[in-house]
């Protein structure tokens, strides 16, 4: 079975950091573009960062070069160094990715998500 697995959240300072990770499980043909998104309270989704198979990036507006998106085709993870984090940046971060299975072209894959808390 295939799934998208997050790890790395947690509670931060304002200023703080924390690194993302995203690993592909299950048997897959190969992967397209990676993608985080969050997720806040009341269901609003952005963006945060996408990166493609030859590691072009692509940052929401917020970044603002405080996050860096980068991804191990080996072993099919995709991880996100979160600096300087601030309270606007507290939401559920979810991992998205479209796979190439062995009977399938192209499928869109979610994780559940990490929940990312910044307080003081």
């Known amino acids: 079975q295939v799934q998208l697995v997050e790890s790395g959240g947690g509670l931060v300072r304002p200023g703080g950091s924390l690194r993302l990770s995203c690993k592909i499980q299950?048997?897959?043909?190969?992967?397209?573009?990676m993608t985080w998104y969050r997720q806040f309270p009341g269901g609003h989704r952005e963006m945060v960062a996408s990166?493609?198979?030859?590691?072009?990036?692509q940052y929401g507006d917020f970044v603002k070069g405080r996050f860096t998106i980068s991804r191990d085709n080996v072993k099919n993870t995709a991880d996100l160094q979160m600096n300087n984090l601030q309270s606007e940046d507290t939401a559920v971060y979810l991992c998205?990715?479209?796979?190439?299975?062995?009977?399938?072209?192209?499928?869109?894959?979610w994780g559940r998500g990490t929940q990312v808390t910044v307080s003081s």
């Open positions: 299950g048997h897959i043909s190969s992967v397209y573009e």
């Open positions: 990166i493609t198979g030859g590691g072009g990036t």
């Open positions: 998205y990715a479209e796979l190439k299975l062995p009977d399938v072209m192209r499928a869109p894959f």
